[in-house]
Every structure is written in C-alpha cells, then in structure tokens.
C-alpha cells in the first residue's frame, strides 16, 4: 500500500501566476486535511475534505484558495495569483478515521 | 477553538540521555497524536493516543485525557532522534473535527 502522495514535491512561481497541488490519499482512505508550514514554525491547519465535500475550511484564506477532493482522482489545494507570502511548505495528510499519515509535502517558492 | 501548548520550545540532550516532552490542551478531545518531523520535513506518525499508555520501542507515550495533557518520553536518546515532535488534536465531539497541532518542541541530540 503506497503511502500518501504529493506532488510536485517543489514548485516554483511567479507572483500572479496559480499554483496546484496535488494529493493522492492512501488507498481506502477517505479524508484529506491540508496544512501549511512556514520554516521554523508549526502546521497551521487550512481545510478538511471528505470525498466531494469540504468538512472544514475555517484556516483556509478566503480568497485565493480552494481545494477540493473529488470521488475520483486526487485532491487538489488551488492557489490563485500567487504572492510572495504564499511561499511554504504545504502537507497532505489522508486517515481512514482519525490517525493522520503524511505525504513529504510541496514547498512552494514564489519569485 | 482548541488551543494547544508543547514544553519545552527548545531541548538539547546528550546521546543517551532521557527526555519528556508534554502536551496541554484546553478542551476535551476525541484523539491525540504525537509526530516527529525528522530534519528533512518529513513526518512520521509515533503514536495515536487518546487515552492511557502505550510504547514503542525507545519512545513511550501517557495522554490523560481527564487532566487534558499528553507526555511523550525518549529513552537512551540518539541523535536520529533529532527534529521537531508534534501533538495533535481533534476537539471531543459526535462528528469529525478538524486536526490542531501544537507548536511543537524542537529537539536535537548531540553525540
């Protein structure tokens, strides 16, 4: 059973440009939950997904942001006109309940 | 929402010597995790403990969910030891929370 995977494992961007991470869960595993960690600090939660529903988005910025987890396919965590600020490191847990496993993450850099 | 506390920030220790970290949290929870994010980013799941004691191997975990804290003991540390150790937790309630992670607690281990 692959573990959870993220991908790309870095992305680069412009200011302006979007951004769109990728997040396959382990098998049989129906909850996502996304997280951004700035270096030197801890992760701040962003949004919690359940197949084609959004349980949670509360950490999430309203504008810019989106993710969704459709019934098929990966999730995808969708950064618009990206600013030098959304430059960190951006985790993808999935559980089957309640144990979360974690891909390697995405760091995002924004020139 | 759930506020969650990790002591020390910060921790130095000789190979081989003994260490607890712990975990306050201001409400009731459903679960609580504890992870090690290794000096590369990455995150591992060390135990799943909403409750009682459980041990593997050098590592040990106590969550005493009435006095709402978590301690992790680190025996005969080593030095691949070394990283940040996060708690987690998932707010006590009938449905599925989001996740909360604690600050964490830096450690390194020197030969």
């Known amino acids: 059973n692959a573990g959870v995977m993220q991908n790309p494992r870095h992305l680069v961007r412009r200011r302006g440009q979007e951004a769109r991470l990728r997040c396959s869960p382990m098998?049989?595993?129906?909850?996502v939950y996304w997280y951004r960690q700035l270096p030197e600090e801890g992760l701040k939660f962003m949004v919690y997904?359940?197949?084609?529903?959004?349980?949670?988005e509360s950490g999430m910025p309203k504008e810019r942001f989106s993710a969704e987890f459709p019934k098929e396919g990966p999730s995808i965590l969708r950064i618009q006109q990206v600013v030098r600020g959304d430059s960190a490191a951006y985790f993808c847990?999935?559980?089957?309940?309640?144990?979360?496993?974690f891909g390697s993450g995405t760091q995002l850099s924004v020139l | 929402g759930i506020q969650v506390e990790q002591s020390p920030p910060d921790l130095i220790l000789q190979e081989g010597a003994n260490s607890t970290l712990r975990c306050n949290f201001s409400d009731s929870v459903n679960n609580l995790q504890w992870f090690h994010q290794n000096p590369w980013g990455q995150l591992i799941n060390l135990f799943y403990i909403p409750s009682g004691t459980k041990q593997n191997g050098r590592l040990s975990a106590t969550t005493v969910a009435t006095e709402r804290y978590s301690l992790l003991y680190i025996s005969s540390s080593q030095t691949t030891d070394s990283g940040v150790y996060f708690c987690?937790?998932?707010?006590?309630?009938?449905?599925?929370?989001?996740?909360?992670f604690g600050p964490g607690t830096s450690l390194s281990v020197i030969p």
């Open positions: 847990a999935s559980s089957p309940d309640r144990k979360l496993f």
């Open positions: 987690a937790v998932e707010r006590e309630g009938t449905s599925y929370d989001k996740v909360i």
């Open positions: 997904l359940q197949k084609e529903n959004i349980i949670d």
């Open positions: 098998k049989g595993h129906s909850h």
